[in-house]
């Protein structure tokens, strides 16, 4: 088991950045990769950003170049550096781990807003 407790999220005007952090618990060394995802109203979820147990990463098209994900070195905390926000980036930001054994599992975190203002 895999516990993910996502924070940072909030209002920020057109522009502005915003960093959200997803820490882990548990099982975490069994995580194989750790993912941002989002989802606005009416929306489906969609990725956002993801990061291997190797470092290697990758994003939506949609983000390239505005959004970095990162992780600390205990690989145990990931972030969402996010810049140059737009009013299309308002969704709520789900924290994501992934855990390959014999069966695939998928952890969530609770969900933050993000809401961009124009």
């Known amino acids: 088991q895999v516990q993910l407790v996502e924070s940072g999220g909030g209002l920020v005007q057109a522009g502005g950045s915003l960093r959200l952090s997803c820490a882990a618990s548990?099982?975490?060394?069994?995580?194989?990769?750790m993912s941002w995802y989002r989802q606005a109203p009416g929306k489906q979820r969609e990725l956002v950003a993801r990061?291997?147990?190797?470092?290697?990463?990758n994003y939506a098209d949609s983000v390239k170049g505005r959004f970095t994900i990162s992780r600390n070195n205990a690989g145990n905390t990931v972030y969402l550096q996010m810049n140059s926000l737009k009013p299309e980036d308002t969704a709520v930001y789900y924290c994501?781990?992934?855990?390959?054994?014999?069966?695939?599992?998928?952890?969530w975190g609770q969900g933050t807003q993000v809401t961009v203002s124009s």
């Open positions: 994501n781990a992934l855990v390959i054994t014999v069966y695939v599992d998928n952890y």
């Open positions: 548990g099982s975490t060394s069994r995580v194989n990769a």
């Open positions: 990061i291997d147990r190797s470092g290697m990463t």
